[in-house]
């Protein structure tokens, strides 16, 4: 079963005013040389290619592509509707634990290790569009390993 969300495009531009651009408070995932991150984004762009972000108990998530000091992606929004935006349809499923496994689009050095036992929320497109979005409880199971 979908429910219909409104997704937003984030025009590629530097990553410090990306940064800008964001909503304020949203919680980030990555995972870079340094093993899987989750936290603020950081001042300088991380070296990974892509990063979820969500609102804690909110109603938007975030999708970014890094590349070479830019970043573009998409914010995906819940119950609102604004200017410009498309609305999609959006299922979702949730990895009880299973972490990074379950969701093969959650990569990088040591995510499947980081993220065993993670509880975990996917929100993906359905139809002519494939973009997933990510919520991770950080409170039911994370740890850095």
């Given amino acids: ?9 984030l025009s590629r531009r530097p990553w410090d005013e990306m940064r800008v651009a964001l909503p304020k408070g949203m919680c980030w995932y990555w995972a870079d040389q340094g093993g899987a991150q989750l936290g603020p984004l950081t001042s300088d762009p991380p070296m990974t290619t892509h990063l979820w972000g969500w609102e804690r108990g909110g109603g938007r998530w975030a999708r970014l592509r890094v590349d070479r000091g830019e970043a573009l992606g998409a914010l995906l929004h819940r119950g609102a509707e ?23 689009m959650i990569d990088g050095p040591g995510a499947e290790e980081n993220l ?6 996917i929100y993906y497109l359905t139809g002519e569009r494939s973009l997933h979005f990510a919520e991770i409880d950080p409170d039911k199971g994370w740890s850095v390993r």
């Fill in 1 to 9: 079963m979908s429910t219909t969300m409104y997704l937003e495009s």
């Fill in 82 to 104: 604004g200017e410009g935006w498309v609305p999609v349809a959006v299922s979702q499923s949730r990895s009880g634990g299973r972490g990074a496994r379950e969701h093969s």
């Fill in 116 to 121: 065993r036992g993670v509880d975990m929320t």
